[in-house]
């Protein structure tokens, strides 16, 4: 019996799966100057994006890949990722609840990043979604 995937489901998997890609595209070129670049032409700058790039896109590729075949472990991931993101994100801010409530552009990102991870928690934690990865 093959499952039923819901359009939210294939939605989120593709949307990861383009941004897992384009941080792979940001990837490769800083390898390149990693390996083949002098150490004026930032090396060491190019590993560190390659790394900090890299890694999450990669993770993402292979998160994406697995919701989208309705595997558990696709699904699993989507719980405990953002999890983790969250802690770091609210480790960013110093610990402090105020910190989140002042109005601070920098911390814009951080605070719409937490809504969307909340949101995929909520989304991957509904019975209906639940069923079709079993």
Known sequence: ME?????GITIISRLEMVFGLLGLFIVFPCLLIFLFGSES????DALAIALTWGIPSFTLLIMS???FRLK???R????VIPIILIILFSLQFSGSIYSL???DFDKL??????CLLLFLIYFFTRPKVKEQFK
């Open 72 to 74: 558990p472990a696709g």
């Open 76 to 79: 699993i991931m989507h719980l």
């Open 3 to 7: 499952k039923k995937r819901s359009f």
């Open 65 to 67: 890949e697995l919701t």
């Open 41 to 44: 032409d930032g090396r060491v």
């Open 109 to 114: 990102p951080f605070v719409v990043a937490i």
């Open 101 to 103: 409530l002042l109005p």
